[in-house]
């Protein structure tokens, strides 16, 4: 019974950068998901075995909707950065938005936006789903859909791919809406030259090879190897190149540089346009011998560490993930009778689920 999008409709959200074609997609997924998520959590409830628990992600805030109807708690699992999370509830939330000072201040919009306990962020900070008049406008509805939903929620949850120690100011900052940091989610073998075998996690969108392993193990020390993707069309492969201002990569960019200082970020020209001389200035810092690459690389080092210390048993995100799991299994035991002799008169109408929300 699971749904997903036609290959066409697929096609056009993947490569079309008309806002209008995005909200398309996402309204037909929108109308076909919840409607579909009804169905399958009736028929597990007709068949004795009731979901007791939903777990949603990113573009899926309906889903939400459907779990509230059904009378089955959820949580939203947020995979980017606590800290976008952070800017997208300062943005979005019903009392203190700055979302609407930004829509109406399109040629000059506030200097920067201050979160408690982060630096300010200037807008070629703000991740750009949040920019009302940016390039991914049309994901604006979808993450106010979120906030929406968080608080109207009588206990909200949402589980956080992060570390405490990693974001803790961030966390601090949406702290009403009960975040949860179970993260990194990552396998260990990332993490831990001990755990080479984990693969219980993770996936890679392209075809795997393990040639450059070879060539950069064969060079000096510290070598650097930049990959770039064919493409059929050269300006598109040029553009794919020159972007670095999607979702949430300014913000990480921003919190990577100033404040977890494991890095450096490229400055783009007058253009938007990364050049070879900006590249070469970045490499010299990271991998370079003076003090500023050995500070990145130290704490580098550190964030790591503390990273493979967060996921240990015993660890802060192992504990907070089986503190969470203990909870809603003591909850299950509530909600397996919920839908007995009550599922049957749920309606399948996907329009029942969101007719309180608001996009």
């Known amino acids: 019974m699971a749904y997903t999008l036609p290959p066409s409709l697929m096609d056009l959200m993947m490569e079309s950068n008309k806002p209008a074609v995005h909200r398309r997609c996402l309204s037909e997924l929108e109308r076909a998901g919840s409607q579909t998520l009804t169905e399958l959590l009736m028929?597990?409830?007709?068949?004795?075995?009731?979901?007791?628990?939903?777990?949603?992600?990113l573009i899926l805030p309906w889903a939400a909707d459907v779990a509230r109807y059904m009378s089955i708690p959820s949580a939203f699992l947020y995979i980017q950065s606590a800290t976008s999370l952070a800017l997208c509830y300062h943005f979005l939330n019903r009392h203190a938005g700055v979302h609407d000072l930004y829509n109406s201040c399109v040629n000059n919009p506030p200097s920067s936006v201050v979160v408690p306990g982060l630096p300010p962020f200037e807008t070629e900070d703000i991740p750009s789903f949040l920019l009302p008049h940016g390039p991914h406008s049309s994901l604006i509805p979808v993450f106010r859909h979120h906030i929406q939903v968080l608080e109207q929620e009588p206990s909200p949850c949402v589980l956080l791919n992060t570390y405490d120690c990693l974001e803790e100011d961030a966390i601090a900052a949406i702290g009403n809406i009960n975040p949860i940091p179970i993260g990194p989610l990552i396998p260990l073998s990332l993490l831990d030259k001990?755990?080479?075998?984990?693969t219980s996690c993770g996936c890679d969108l392209f075809e795997k090879s393990t040639e450059y392993v070879r060539w950069l193990n064969s060079k000096p020390k510290r070598p650097f190897l930049w990959i770039i993707r064919s493409s059929d069309n050269k300006d598109t492969e040029f553009e794919e190149m020159a972007r670095e201002k999607f979702a949430d990569q300014t913000a990480n960019a921003k919190m990577i540089e100033e404040v977890w200082r494991n890095g450096v970020r490229a400055r783009v020209n007058e253009v938007g346009i990364v050049e070879a001389e900006e590249i070469r200035r970045c490499l010299e810092v990271v991998i370079g011998?003076?003090?500023?690459?050995?500070?990145?690389?130290?704490?580098?080092?550190?964030?790591?560490?503390?990273?493979?210390?967060?996921?240990?048993?015993?660890?802060?995100?192992?504990?907070?993930?089986?503190?969470?799991l203990e909870n809603i299994t003591a909850s299950a035991k509530k909600i397996n009778g919920v839908f007995d002799g009550g599922a049957e008169n749920k309606t399948t109408d996907a329009a029942k689920p969101n007719e309180n929300s608001k996009n």
Do not use: C, M
């Open 43 to 57: 028929t597990f409830s007709k068949n004795s075995h009731p979901v007791s628990f939903l777990i949603y992600t």
């Open 194 to 198: 001990n755990h080479q075998s984990d």
């Open 289 to 324: 011998s003076g003090e500023g690459g050995q500070e990145i690389r130290s704490n580098a080092k550190k964030w790591r560490g503390l990273a493979l210390d967060a996921v240990k048993v015993g660890g802060s995100s192992h504990n907070n993930l089986k503190a969470f």
